[in-house]
């Protein structure tokens, strides 16, 4: 089996329990995130499409009962959060479905090409987006703005951290799963690091007592509890 990309950069990609693929795209004039199915020989098929509501989508996060998807808008500077369908693996849509990105299949259950169209409907939003707000008293002259590159979510919490690399900066969320609410994440606190470090991604140790986070612009590692 092999999938064709036509119209889009594909940036990230996400397994769902083998369940759905999720996967960022983005081009000149779109950003979004794309929904597979994944059936139990391997193949996809291609569900659904929604606009990710800022540019360059670099990161996704799946929060662990499967409800929402957590989306790291890298030059939008924002965190976006759609909703999971728990039947189909796809997006729930505002507007319906009828605007999605189109999938064409070629050949047999083995071949199957998407070829999804520019044309996503900016009126299938998030159901949250949030930006990414500067704190920093002396601004890095080296970068424009908010980076937001990756979420984590700390298990067995309601914790969700996310690093901004333009702002230098961590910002924890409280996660609500409530599929029927329009707040999914709360802001906690924030965690600022010396000027011009650029946090680009973070782990949490086996205890999930320490985070280390990789700083792309200063090349440290920076460990907090």
Do not use: W
Request: proline letters at 4%; one cysteine or more.
């Amino acid at each position: 089996m092999y999938l064709t990309q036509f119209a889009y950069s594909y940036t990230h990609i996400y397994i769902h329990i083998y369940i759905s693929i999720y996967t960022c795209i983005e081009s000149m004039d779109t950003s979004g995130v794309v929904a597979y199915k994944v059936f139990p020989n391997g193949d996809l098929e291609y569900i659904n499409t929604i606009t990710s509501q800022g540019g360059a989508p670099c990161h996704i996060t799946l929060t662990p009962k499967g409800t929402h998807l957590i989306i790291s808008n890298y030059f939008g500077g924002s965190v976006s959060i759609v909703s999971i369908d728990q039947t189909t693996g796809g997006f729930h849509m505002d507007i319906g479905n009828n605007n999605n990105i189109n999938a064409d299949t070629n050949g047999n259950n083995t071949n199957t090409t998407a070829k999804p169209n520019t044309n996503i409907n900016k009126n299938n939003k998030p159901i949250q987006n949030i930006p990414s707000r500067y704190t920093h008293t002396n601004k890095n002259p080296n970068r424009n703005g908010a980076h937001v590159h990756q979420s984590v979510y700390i298990p067995h919490t309601n914790i969700i951290i996310i690093c901004d690399l333009g702002y230098d900066l961590l910002t924890t969320y409280l996660f609500n799963d409530n599929t029927n609410t329009t707040n999914v994440l709360t802001e906690l606190s924030r965690f600022e690091l010396a000027s011009g470090s650029g946090p680009r991604h973070m782990v949490l140790n086996k205890k999930y007592e320490y985070i280390y986070i990789l700083n792309e612009i200063c090349n440290t590692i920076v460990v907090t509890n």
